[in-house]
């Protein structure tokens, strides 16, 4: 589960973000709602660790995110939360199963390849697995990023706008695997967006102002 | 997957620019190892070749020739003194001189020298029979091991000298066919390349050709008998016959009877052609010639010995030249062109180096948003610092090898050339002591061209990377 409290962060003294606090069960799902410019991106850093807030502080479990330093954060992070992004990135360098591989290296976890091929199937993708994630397609890239946010089973899922370049069909199908795989590793799910589309898959939501 | 694979994937995901940088790194690590190559075995053989020789002595000319040509037989010889000249140093008993080797040149066999000397020169080289026995009579020749492994010479075979050093069938003689009856074990020094004779049969193979008083018996040499004193002045080196004029032949004769074999000698220059001329023999020839002696002193600090050069130098008609001093010279020589070669080679692995330094960076600008995927993946500032170097010592050790393997290359394609022009064997694939140094000098060229990208890489800032991506 996640959990925030007072998270406050400044960028300068004219721009600052206050952000409500957010709660997240396990196999429970969040949708957070907000236009462009309220800081979503910025929540979603701070979220996922990799921005560090001038105030408050992110709980996983019982683990406070900010009190963890340097490389303990970042192995912390690859092994607990699974990030989804709006245009899917990837080692160019390497095949689609090898960046599953690259995941569960990079967050310290042991090779397997079992579960990567699982994950690939489940996600339709056993077909792609050699090829290059620039020769695949959105629809393609967008399910391996999933693949990629599963494979090391964390406790959360963070999604930063998963859907905005999709078209509805790709979007409701993106979603539903979103939900079904985290439940099926019990993660929370948090989904940032400005997709209003989303609202109606999402029982729980916070709007951003 | 580990970084390393990682790191290599990286690399021949971007074909062109791994390509420009291992061309430019072979070329200056290969041009390196080649200069290491030739320069290890050139002093390699040149020290081997010293074989404690203290001092040449042949007739004026330049010291280095005298040198090359006497211990390296890579030159022409620089002419040849009388035997009455070099009588003090050949003399046995001499106070200074420990050993002494008379030198006798001119001819060759399909570019491999033949020396006509005696076993002193055995002694000199350590060198040893193999097959076979020491030259003993006339036209008897006992070969270098490489001299028989190249021309494929074996006991019993025979071969006609050329004049001068080159294979040239033109300028063979046609008197004088040698028979091999020894063969010498391989020594590692120069006498392996070299056909040796008694100094008789050097002197032979000249008097037919120049001495229009005896006549044609090629196929006869065996067991004629002639006194050889009577044919002075010829010149082994053969290059100006132009002194030798026949009147003085005809003046020695005397009154021979040139047109029969049936020399009438007379007196104490007679001679027996059966066993080998021994030391006192060969002095007993004073109008003789022979080209250079080389020099073993008994003490080489001795002050009378530190002395005897500069005393040849200036009171006599010889030239001594010291081979230390000569060599030592000639490596100066050499050393201009070998450091312009090597400033060149270096210029290139620096070349190579910003290469790496370019592409790496260029990569990293394309790759910051996969860098910063690492780090959320939970991999930490010091894994991409890792992988940066890590690329940069890959396209090291493959430019190492590759380099490597270019400089053996190219030195066994150019052994041939070399051997024929030298006689001497290059050898690749050989190993010259600092194949260490270069590889540990060529990774941390590499690591060093890798350093300011991967330091960028280390302070990847993922927030502004993902938030830009």
Sequence with gaps: ?209 | MSLLKLAWKNIIHNPLSLLLNLILLTLGIGLINFILLVNHQLKDKFDKNLAEIDLVIGAKGSPLQLILSSMYHIDAPTGNMSIKEAKPFLREGHPLIKRSVPLSMGDSYKGYRIIGTDYSILELYDASIKNGKKWQHIYEATIGASVASDLGLTLGSTFKSSHGFNDDEDLEHEHGTFTVVGILNETGSVIDQLILCNTESVWDVHNHDHGASISADADDNSDHDHSHDDHSGHDHDGHDHSEHDHSEHDHDHGDHDHDGHDHDHDGTTVHDHTSDMSRSHLLEHEDQEITSILIQYKSKTNFQALSMPRNINQNTDLQAAAPAYEINRLYDMMGTGTKALQLIAYLIAIVSAISIFVSLLNSLKQRKYELSLLRVLGGNSKSLFSLILLEGFIMAILGYLLGMFLSNLALSGLTNNLSEKYNYQFESWIMHGLEIKLLAATILLGLIAALIPAILAYKTDIHKNLSHG
Aim: contains cysteine.
């Design chain 1, 1 to 209: 589960m996640i959990k925030t409290s007072n998270i406050i962060h400044k960028f300068s003294d004219s721009v600052s973000f206050e952000f409500p606090d957010i709660i997240c069960e396990q196999e429970k799902t969040l949708l957070v709602l907000g236009q462009s410019g309220v800081g979503k991106t910025t929540l979603l850093h701070i979220l996922a660790g990799i921005l560090k807030p001038t105030s408050g502080d992110v709980f996983i479990g019982n683990t406070p995110l900010y009190g963890l330093k340097g490389h303990k954060l970042d192995k912390f992070r690859g092994k607990n939360i699974g990030l989804v992004f709006q245009k899917p990135h990837f080692v160019q360098s390497v095949t689609a199963e090898e960046n599953l591989f690259l995941a569960q290296k990079m967050a310290g976890q042991p090779l397997d390849k079992k579960l990567s091929a699982e994950l690939l199937d489940a996600l339709n993708l056993n077909h792609r697995k050699t090829a290059k994630t620039y020769e695949m397609s959105q629809g393609e890239q967008q399910r391996l990023s999933i693949a990629r946010a599963l494979i090391n089973k964390p406790r959360l899922i963070l999604a930063d706008e998963p859907t905005s370049a999709l078209d509805d069909k790709n979007c409701e199908e993106v979603i539903k695997l979103l939900e079904q795989h985290s439940e099926n590793v019990k993660a929370a799910l948090v989904v940032v967006t400005h997709d209003n589309r989303l609202k109606d898959f999402f029982s729980n939501n916070i709007e951003l102002h």
